[in-house]
C-alpha cells in the first residue's frame, strides 16, 4: 500500500482521490510517519449487481403493448 504525507495529499487531494478510484489501490496517509488515515475505493454500487442479471432469460411472446383482455370484458366499461 502506498503511503502519502498529509502535506502532499492536502496539496493534491482531488488527483488522489481520482486515482484511487480509477486504479482500486488503496493509500494509506502519514503524519510524521504515523497512519492517520486510509483512503480506500468506493465499494460496488449495489444496482451494478443486479441490473441485467436477468437478460436472455425472458422470452416475449405476442403483443406486450396489447391489453391482457377485451375492453369488452372490463367491468369499469360496462
Same mark, same amino acid.
Given at each position: 500500500?502506498?503511503?502519502?504525507?498529509?502535506?502532499?495529499?492536502? +496539496?493534491?487531494?482531488? +488527483?488522489?482521490?481520482?486515482?484511487?478510484?480509477?486504479?482500486?489501490?488503496?493509500?494509506?496517509?502519514?503524519?510524521?510517519?504515523?497512519?492517520?488515515?486510509?483512503?480506500?475505493?468506493? /465499494?460496488?454500487?449495489? +444496482? +451494478?449487481?443486479?441490473?441485467?442479471?436477468?437478460?436472455?432469460?425472458?422470452?416475449?411472446?405476442?403483443?406486450?403493448? /396489447?391489453? /391482457?383482455?377485451?375492453?369488452?370484458?372490463?367491468?369499469?366499461?360496462?
Amino acid at each position: 500500500m502506498e503511503r502519502m504525507q498529509i502535506s502532499k495529499f492536502k +496539496a493534491t487531494c482531488l +488527483a488522489v482521490l481520482d486515482r484511487v478510484a480509477q486504479t482500486r489501490e488503496p493509500i494509506l496517509i502519514t503524519r510524521r510517519g504515523e497512519p492517520i488515515a486510509r483512503i480506500i475505493p468506493p /465499494a460496488p454500487s449495489p +444496482a +451494478a449487481s443486479w441490473l441485467g442479471s436477468m437478460k436472455d432469460s425472458v422470452e416475449i411472446r405476442g403483443d406486450i403493448i /396489447a391489453p /391482457a383482455s377485451e375492453p369488452t370484458e372490463w367491468e369499469a366499461l360496462r
